[in-house]
């Protein structure tokens, strides 16, 4: 993923895992250094991530919240309690808390951002909650308010701010396709459209941003630019999220709400920013912002990678020393319990093989003395695996030939395997068992064995034909009876009956023959009840028996859209009301850019059929 983007700092947003689903893939990505902000109490719920190239750029400060009430890795106190020189600062005041309808330890408890400090600016990423109910508008706009309150005491503190995430607001009219929509169904102006509250507040935050009447106390002045509008003012249906219940992306019936802001003053740094629409899987497409090489800062031009890392790391854009372990902050992903200390299990077997046998046996010396003791060693890559291997190395060292003791280890194995053959088993009556007939089974191994008659041997020993039994036992041809109540084994002439009976196959003896040539074989016969001649009447064919169980099992024949002609979809509804759990077939096309269903075009048409309503049968 990260070299198809081609990014140094890749922020995340709905992660949806708490930290028990972390896994090696997620926080031991070579190169590349996390940071995570965890729900703390719903499972599969919100969560951000931002991934850095360590190769690249490197924090100095992490934190988890917008509140500062949180506490870092192995620590009591809060970030905003913490040292000075730890601290990010701008912390909302307890002015600003008590204004956010909501508790700051609340807002921080369901993962929803982290904040990064770079020598050069602060960088958060966000996701903002969305419009569900109105059980939740205190919480989403509390949230926007302590949001607003900490980038503008960053901003007065004289820090730059790069804003980025998800924030489930459409700026204005031109960042969604349901604007008109939206205004008569709920009965809105385009004024009261502008002012519903976050997005009024969101635009205060904007430079250029629309605000109806007098702006609100404490936010009298703009203090973030909108990077991708900026360098795209114009741009009509520039959306980043879709809806995907309606198959809404292939009609590019969506809305732009994710973004990429940065203070007033970082306006010249910036030389492209977009969205990747083509970009597939998720309902969001990313946005991206690419920085100059060279940013004009105090006035004068600095390389960024000078800014961007820890002092003395870059001077004019060249390394001056390498990225470490001591230049992980307390927040990382890798200093996680759970993995610190760890290497991606992908990178344990990339190792190039060792040059010679001498140089190997060493390795696998060493290898084998840290995993008994329980010492970090670079040279150990998979532990136990090379347990085995390290201890015959170490005996070829000590003095003996190669050669034999290699033949003698063939030996050891030779000897292992030749006792390892299982003797035949026998049941619960004594009696060996026997291996059965060609062609016969253990019985029916799946389903498919109940559709498949059973074959008989014919007497000849020829091709074996389908069976016309439909019940009772299978009973082999040419298998000696054998008393299950005996405790004893077969007696000798028992087993030569088996031997000559397994060897040459009897001709069977007709029904109504008085003399039978073949007395050994005569009590083999399948009873009257079962035989191949009578009880025709009973015969099932297994093909129609097929059938029949195939047409039960296949869902109905989809009806067909009136403008296409085209099979239709299923959807279920879940709006409360009288038709809660329906199902209904509607076009499978996507929606148009208009959002509404389009008669003679290319986009979804009118039809909607409940599916109760429909008859397959009666319909071909």
Not at 192 to 202: C, D, G, K, L, V
Not at 554 to 578: I, Q
Request: hydrophobic share 30%; proline share 7%.
């Amino acid at each position: 993923m990260f070299d198809i983007l081609e990014a140094d700092i890749v922020v995340l947003q709905e992660t949806k895992i708490q930290r028990k689903d972390l896994v090696d893939d997620m926080v031991l990505v070579p190169g590349w250094d996390c940071y995570w902000s965890l729900p703390k109490h719903k499972k599969g719920y919100s969560g951000v991530v931002i991934y850095t190239r360590q190769s690249v750029c490197a924090p100095i400060r992490a934190e988890d919240g917008i509140t500062g009430t949180l506490c870092p890795p192995n620590s009591a106190k809060s970030f905003a309690e913490g040292p000075e020189d730890i601290q990010i600062g701008g912390y909302p005041t307890k002015v600003q808390l008590e204004a956010s309808r909501v508790d700051a330890t609340t807002l921080d408890s369901e993962g929803r951002c982290v904040i990064l400090e770079f020598p050069a600016f602060v960088l958060f990423g966000v996701y903002s909650p969305a419009t569900r109910d109105e059980t939740r508008d205190n919480f989403r706009l509390g949230f926007l308010d302590v949001l607003d309150a900490r980038i503008r005491n960053l901003a007065s503190l004289g820090k730059r701010v790069v804003l980025t995430g998800d924030f489930n607001v459409s700026r204005e009219e031109l960042d969604t396709a349901n604007a008109e929509a939206a205004m008569r169904k709920n009965g809105f102006t385009v004024e009261e459209y502008m002012s519903t509250p976050a997005r009024r507040m969101f635009n205060q935050l904007l430079e250029g941003g629309k605000v109806i009447g007098e702006r609100d106390q404490g936010r009298a002045s703009a203090v973030l630019w909108d990077i991708c509008r900026g360098f795209h003012p114009e741009r009509k249906g520039m959306f980043t999220c879709w809806e995907q219940k309606v198959n809404a992306r292939p009609g590019n019936y969506g809305s732009r709400i994710d973004y990429v802001l940065s203070s007033l003053d970082m306006k010249t740094w910036f030389s492209d920013s977009n969205i990747q629409e083509g970009l597939m899987g998720s309902d969001h497409c990313p946005v991206y912002a690419t920085i100059k090489d060279q940013v004009h800062i105090d006035g004068g031009n600095i390389h960024i990678l000078d800014v961007i890392n820890p002092h003395g790391m870059f001077l004019n854009g060249q390394r001056k020393r390498e990225y470490s372990t001591k230049d992980m902050l307390p927040m990382s992903g890798r200093l996680i319990p759970e993995f610190d200390g760890r290497r991606n299990i992908k990178d344990m077997f990339a190792r190039k093989p060792l040059p010679d046998f001498q140089s190997a046996t060493v390795a696998l010396q060493r290898t084998q003395i840290s995993y008994g003791e329980h010492a970090e060693s670079d040279d150990r890559t998979c532990g136990p695996i090379y347990q085995a291997d390290a201890i015959e190395a170490k005996c070829l060292t000590k003095g003996g030939d190669v050669e034999s003791a290699a033949s003698a280890t063939n030996k050891k194995r030779t000897h292992a395997g030749a006792s390892a053959q299982k003797p035949p088993k026998r049941s619960k009556s004594g009696v060996v068992s026997l291996s059965p007939l060609p062609g016969t089974g253990k019985g029916q191994q799946n389903l498919k064995g109940f559709f498949t008659a059973a074959t008989v041997l014919q007497p000849d020993g020829g091709t074996p034909l389908p069976s016309t039994r439909t019940h009772g036992p299978i009973h082999r041809l040419n298998e000696p009876a054998i008393d299950s109540s005996s405790n004893c084994s077969p007696s000798p002439h028992q087993k030569n009956d088996m031997k000559s009976s397994a060897a040459d196959p009897p001709s069977m003896a007709p029904a109504n023959d008085p003399n039978p040539t073949n007395t050994s074989s005569s009590h083999l016969s399948p009873p009257e009840s079962a035989s191949l001649t009578k009880d025709t009447d009973t015969v099932h064919d297994p093909i129609q028996t097929k059938e029949s169980w195939s047409k039960l099992f296949t869902r109905p024949a989809a009806p067909r859209c009136e403008s296409h002609n085209e099979p239709c979809k299923t959807m279920l509804t879940k709006k409360n009301g009288f038709n809660r759990g329906r199902s209904f077939w509607i076009c499978a096309r996507p929606l148009g850019p208009t959002g509404d269903k389009e008669k003679n075009s290319q986009w979804r048409c009118h039809t909607f059929i409940w599916c109760s309503d429909w008859n397959s049968a009666v319909m071909d």
